[in-house]
């Protein structure tokens, strides 16, 4: 999904914002990895 994103940009802010989604997706796994817990899911 962000992939197909950055992929289709058609502007800096474009890929910038796909990127920094792909960024808060990593953050939330690593928190869902380390503690075991599951985070509320961000819909946009």
Do not use: C, F, N, W
Request: net charge negative; no cysteine.
């Amino acid at each position: 999904m962000v992939a197909a994103r950055g992929l289709q940009a058609t502007s800096l802010q474009e890929v910038r914002e796909a990127l920094l989604t792909a960024t808060g997706m990593i953050r939330d796994l690593h928190i869902i990895l380390d503690t075991g817990t599951e985070i509320e899911v961000r819909r946009e």
